[in-house]
Nanobody, 116 residues
Framework: VQLQACGGGLVQAGGSLRLSCAAS????????MGWYRQAPGKQRELVAT???????NYADFVNDRFTISRHNLKNTVHLQMSNLKPEDTAVYFC???????????WGQGTQVTVSS
């Protein structure tokens, strides 16, 4: 399974970006998909997840600024980010996994930089 993420870039504070991630290969339809991020010198942290049934979960810092969505037939997951802040600057990674199983894959990361 390969995850290919795209959509990062440089944006001013208050701006918006849409990240996309496409899974290919022997994907598992019931996998959870999500986004994580890692800022320089910090640990990777959860941003948002979505189940195959559409249940969404967000980190507290999202504060209604981001929306995660997925298209099960296309094996894609998206993260619409609005009202971006400089502290959102990080490399964003997509992930697809099934709890309790070895199915656990990460994308290569896409850089998001928010200028003040």
């Amino acid at each position: 399974v390969q995850l290919q993420a795209c959509g990062g870039g440089l944006v001013q504070a208050g701006g918006s970006l849409r990240l996309s991630c496409a899974a290919s290969g022997r994907t598992f339809s019931n996998a959870v998909m999500g986004w994580y991020r890692q800022a320089p010198g910090k640990q990777r942290e959860l941003v948002a997840t979505i189940t195959s049934g559409g249940t969404e979960n967000y980190a507290d810092f999202v504060n209604d600024r981001f929306t995660i969505s997925r298209h099960n037939l296309k094996n894609t997951v998206h993260l619409q980010m609005s009202n971006l802040k400089p502290e959102d600057t990080a490399v964003y990674f997509c992930r697809s996994w099934v709890r309790g199983q070895s199915y656990n894959f990460w994308g290569q990361g896409t850089q998001v930089t928010v200028s003040s």
